[in-house]
């Protein structure tokens, strides 16, 4: 299998077959990349057992990001990005972040897109965009322009906005 997962337990308790990433093996991927394939992945696996268990995609999307070692991570959303009291945070340092999913502000669907994040900038990956998917060329504005179409989330040392293309 691609994923070698374990248990998700979260405070001690059993929900399922829910599953965290322990490891991604990157060589089918960079097999199918060296092909001219864009891989499409499913974000469930089975544990040594055979079980399959579901695993959270964002998190399932940083662990990859993470392991490949890519130059970027982008999560499209149906939400303009991470909102601190009403507001459209454009970029974020790792810290910063930290302290929204510390402090309660990235509730829902957010939660598992800032972990991913601060984990995917942990192992390495620079930058991680999360963009509003339902605005026409969303990925395009936030990419290439200083403006942007969500939120960008740097390491702490580079809180600039520049791509650095």
């Known amino acids: 299998s691609m994923l070698s997962i374990r248990k998700h337990m979260p405070g001690g308790r059993d929900i399922g077959f829910v ?6 093996r990157t060589e089918p991927l960079e097999f199918l990349l060296a092909g001219g394939y864009i891989p499409v992945l499913s974000s469930t696996a089975a544990d040594a057992s055979g079980q399959p268990h579901n695993i959270n995609a964002d998190l399932v999307a940083g662990a990859v990001a993470s392991a ?3 130059a970027k991570l982008v999560f499209l959303s149906d ?4 909102i601190v009291d009403g507001k459209l945070q454009d970029v974020l340092s790792a810290s910063a972040a930290r302290a929204i999913l510390e402090s ?12 991913a994040a601060l984990a995917a900038l942990a192992a390495g990956v620079p930058r ?3 963009v509003d998917g339902r605005l026409p060329h ?4 936030e990419i ?11 390491p702490d040392d580079d809180i600039s906005t520049e791509e650095g293309e």
């Open 128 to 130: 991680v965009h999360m």
């Open 104 to 115: 309660g502000h990235a509730t829902g669907g957010m939660m598992p897109k800032v972990q």
């Open 79 to 82: 939400v303009p990005g991470i």
């Open 19 to 24: 599953a965290e990433v322990e490891s991604v």
């Open 138 to 141: 969303a990925l395009l504005l």
């Open 68 to 70: 490949m070692k890519a």
């Open 144 to 154: 290439f322009t200083d403006e942007g179409a969500g939120t960008l989330v740097v």
